[in-house]
């Protein structure tokens, strides 16, 4: 009777567990990508396993980095800002298909540059 229990309790675990959840671990590794509007460039960023987001924009225009730092969610959200100290914005969502899009902006230097941008996750993670 113990084994039918646990048998059942298995297996009723299992059914409740599902491939479809979305979770921080989908997005852990190295993003990279373009980014164009009123400047262009690439970006990289690395997902941290707390959802802390660490990377940096290159502008092709002014031959400058731009630290990009915030988090992100389990959803896949992405909020983070643009220099240090916070300058802009980079925003947007990445996705368990491995692909991410959003939108940006820059105060430095002025005027204020915005735009969007895409990317893909490492393909050797």
Same mark, same amino acid.
């Given at each position: 009777?113990k084994k039918l229990f646990?048998l059942?309790?298995?297996t009723?675990a ?6 479809d +959840?979305d979770?921080?671990? +989908?997005y852990i590794g190295?993003?990279?990508g373009t980014? &164009?509007?009123? +400047? ?10 707390d959802?802390t987001v660490n990377?940096?924009m290159?502008?092709d ?12 969610? &389990? ?6 800002s643009?220099?240090?100290p916070?300058d802009?914005?980079?925003?947007g969502?990445?996705?368990? +298909? ?5 939108s940006w902006?820059?105060?430095v ?6 735009g969007?941008w895409?990317?893909?996750? &490492?393909?050797?993670q």
């Open positions: 009777m646990f059942l309790l298995a009723f299992l059914i409740g567990c599902s491939s +959840d979770t921080i671990y +989908d190295t993003w990279s980014y &164009d509007g009123s +400047d262009k460039g690439v970006w990289n960023i690395v997902v941290a396993s959802g990377g940096t290159h502008s225009v002014n031959n400058e980095n731009y630290k990009i730092a915030g988090h992100l969610n &389990d959803s896949g959200e992405l909020n983070a643009v220099g240090l916070s802009g914005s980079f925003n969502n990445l996705g368990t +298909d491995k692909k991410g899009n959003g902006t820059n105060a230097p002025t005027p204020t540059r915005s969007s895409t990317g893909e996750k &490492d393909k050797s």
